[in-house]
T-cell receptor
Framework: NAGVTQTPKFRILKIGQSMTLQCTQD?????MYWYRQDPGMGLKLIYY???????DKGEVPNGYNVSRSTTEDFPLRLELAAPSQTSVYFC??????????????FGDGTRLSIL | ELKVEQNPLFLSMQEGKNYTIYCNYS?????LYWYRQDPGKSLESLFV?????AVKQEGRLMASLDTKARLSTLHITAAVHDLSATYFC???????????????FGQGTILTVHP
């Protein structure tokens, strides 16, 4: 049971490049999330999804896009990378039925540097 | 806008001592989570607190929630080196009713336990 798997683990991008951070979970969780963690800070929610085909913005969505075509996968796309997007990105998932009372399970993170 | 503040942000403890980490939040919520993060690692769920007066204990850690005071505490009893980590509280942005698991995280408390 792999849980939440993120790829790649590390990446260096040049300003203006694009990339997709992959996230997949094998727990049949309906809810999935993308967070970013800047040095010395807590996590901030970028986007979330409550099921396949349904996504919504979190606190800091600018510069990012997501899609959710299957229950398992929730990729995060960066368009026109900027230095301010240098961060550690975490994907998480949880199972909820009528209420958000389950803890989120986190992947190991993607460490992204924009130079 | 929901704000979550933890204190202290840095905590250096001796083994065997007791201490408390505080988590204050600014708007009504009845769902609060505590996570642990080891350096360079992912987040691990510690406690889920879902109602006023909730108390959960696991080993040397005990968490409580006072929704009226908008305060949660994480109490450490007889600290050991293995508890050294960063501890985050996270509050559900949806107060009551249906939650989508949108969390606002505190800044984190870096705990170091010395012999």
């Amino acid at each position: 049971n792999a849980g939440v798997t993120q790829t790649p683990k590390f990446r260096i991008l040049k300003i203006g490049q694009s990339m997709t951070l992959q996230c997949t979970q094998d727990m049949n969780h309906n809810y999935m999330y993308w967070y970013r963690q800047d040095p010395g800070m807590g996590l901030k929610l970028i986007y979330y999804s409550v099921g396949a085909g349904i996504t919504d913005k979190g606190e800091v969505p600018n510069g990012y896009n997501v899609s959710r075509s299957t229950t398992e996968d929730f990729p995060l796309r960066l368009e026109l990378a900027a230095p301010s997007q240098t961060s550690v990105y975490f994907c998480a998932s949880s199972y909820t039925l009528g209420g958000g009372n389950q803890p989120q399970h986190f992947g190991d993170g993607t460490r992204l540097s924009i130079l | 806008e929901l704000k979550v503040e933890q204190n202290p942000l840095f905590l250096s403890m001796q083994e065997g001592k007791n201490y408390t980490i505080y988590c204050n939040y600014s708007t009504t919520s009845d769902r609060l989570y505590w996570y642990r993060q080891d350096p360079g690692k992912s987040l691990e769920s510690l406690f889920v607190l879902l109602s006023n007066g909730a108390v959960k204990q696991e080993g040397r850690l005990m968490a409580s929630l006072d929704t009226k005071a908008r305060l949660s505490t994480l109490h450490i009893t007889a600290a050991v080196h293995d508890l050294s980590a960063t501890y985050f509280c996270a509050v559900d942005q949806d107060a009551g009713g249906t939650s989508y698991g949108k969390l606002t995280f505190g800044q984190g408390t870096i705990l170091t336990v010395h012999p």
